[in-house]
């Protein structure tokens, strides 16, 4: 074995001992979640074939307990997500990123964002991509400049300046920091249309951050289609986080979650389809323990607003999917432990040049998870490997999320933060 793949397979030990797998490990095990890849490769289906006229991907819902596996599906579906071409994002839900807040929510994607065969920033790389001459960057053109799909002008004025300025690398700079989720002024974009003799075309209308945002992944999914990629995919990890807020935080974060199902009217992006991660114990424990199906909706219509009660439906539909709509990850039979056994003894093997003995650590129980059974055989292994008379016993602790209110995480939305309007 090559220097180089012994060191892949190290990659791949280091990654399974943590409990955070990598490229190197899931391209090693694969996956057992055999009804979760056929309903993701669905949603890839049908974003890369969608087009005006046609629907728009739905997301998924995984549900699963701690060390049952969502870490490594979500490394498996973006290693298939990129192998047909499309831009995958994973984000992690927590204290800087809350699920509310989508201004913060878009930085993160951006941020995360991994574009295939390339290593750069990803706006960069993407708007790079782009052929002013061909059709889909002309379809690009027509929707962002139709005011029927209610787009704020700063994106076809910025979209104009990018195509006319492509030349001075300051002003493409800008724009792609402003695609990339930072502020341009309106002074800073009129004196940029000015230079270019457009200073009336486009009024640069006040918006809401929540707004922009939204609009900023409505965008993004389109261009991202017009530079030739099949789509964008984002996974969202650790949704559970959101038991932890205030009462009102959570209300928006299910309506959140109900928009990157798909299932919220006048707010589905094309282009761009979610899976969202959360466990399985969050129904009883939130949805019926906190009672917040009739708390977070009744405290909503109590206020009597109009907003508010908008907010309470889409808060019900977003915990009417966590109820009923999610895709559990199956625990591993007797098979599945054996091959995966057998496979991690010979990345085990290969990394370490040796015949690593056969271990039975940890037993086999209906509760056991499959991260207990992978860690167990490894660490043993480890140990054999430096005392091969050693004799090992292991003790498994079961980890259980906390789902009481934190007001650690009570941080101000983007919005509330700043005044709300660019």
């Given amino acids: 074995m090559t220097g180089d793949a012994r060191v892949a397979q190290r990659r791949a030990i280091e990654a399974l001992r943590s409990g955070v797998p990598n490229r190197d490990a899931v391209v090693a095990l694969g996956c057992a979640q055999a009804e979760i890849e056929a309903r993701f490769r669905i949603q890839l289906e049908v974003v890369s074939r969608s087009g005006p006229e046609t629907p728009i991907a739905n997301g998924m819902l995984v549900q699963g307990g701690f060390g049952s596996g969502k870490s490594h599906l979500f490394e498996y579906l973006q290693h298939l997500a990129i192998e047909q071409n499309f831009i995958c994002s994973k984000i992690v839900i927590s204290k800087e990123t809350p699920l509310h807040d989508p201004a913060k929510m878009f930085r993160a994607a951006v941020e995360a964002a991994v574009v295939p065969g390339k290593r750069g920033a990803a706006i960069t790389e993407i708007a790079m991509q ?4 061909s059709d889909a960057y002309a379809e690009l053109q027509t929707w962002v400049s139709d005011p029927a799909e209610g787009l704020n002008p700063r994106f076809p004025a910025m979209l104009f300046l990018y195509q006319r300025m492509q030349n001075d690398p300051e002003i493409s700079n800008r724009i792609i920091r402003f695609w990339s989720g930072d502020q341009v002024g309106v002074g800073e974009i009129k004196k940029y249309l000015k230079a270019c003799r457009e200073p009336v075309t486009y009024r ?3 918006i809401s951050i929540r707004d922009l945002s939204l609009q900023r992944f409505s965008f993004t999914s389109r261009m991202i289609r017009a530079a030739g990629y099949s789509g964008w995919v984002l996974l969202i990890d650790e949704v559970e986080l959101i038991a932890r807020y205030s009462i009102m935080q959570r209300a928006k974060s299910y309506a959140e979650l109900a928009r990157w199902m798909g299932q919220m009217e006048g707010s589905r992006f094309a282009g761009l389809t979610a899976v969202l991660a959360i466990t399985d ?13 009739a708390k977070v909706p009744n405290r909503l219509r109590a206020k009597g607003s109009d907003s508010d009660l908008l907010l309470a439906s889409q808060a019900e539909r977003g915990m009417r999917i966590i109820r009923g709509e999610g895709a559990t990850l ?4 007797s098979a599945a432990i054996d091959q995966t ?19 039975r650590s940890v037993e086999r129980l209906a509760s056991t998870r499959m991260r207990q ?11 054999r490997r430096l005392d091969p008379a050693y004799a090992v016993e292991l003790e498994a602790n079961e980890l259980k999320p906390d789902y009481e209110e934190d007001r650690n995480l009570e941080v101000a939305s983007e919005e509330d933060a700043t005044g709300g309007v660019e």
């Fill in 281 to 293: 114990d969050f129904r009883a424990a939130v949805l019926d323990d906190k009672d917040d199906e």
């Fill in 204 to 206: 640069i209308d006040p």
């Fill in 341 to 359: 056994y057998e496979s991690v003894r010979l990345i085990h093997s290969q990394a370490y040049d040796w015949e690593p003995p056969s271990v």
């Fill in 330 to 333: 199956q625990p591993p039979d």
């Fill in 373 to 383: 059974y992978v860690k167990g055989w490894i660490t043993e292994w480890d140990l």
């Fill in 130 to 133: 782009l052929d002013f001459r």
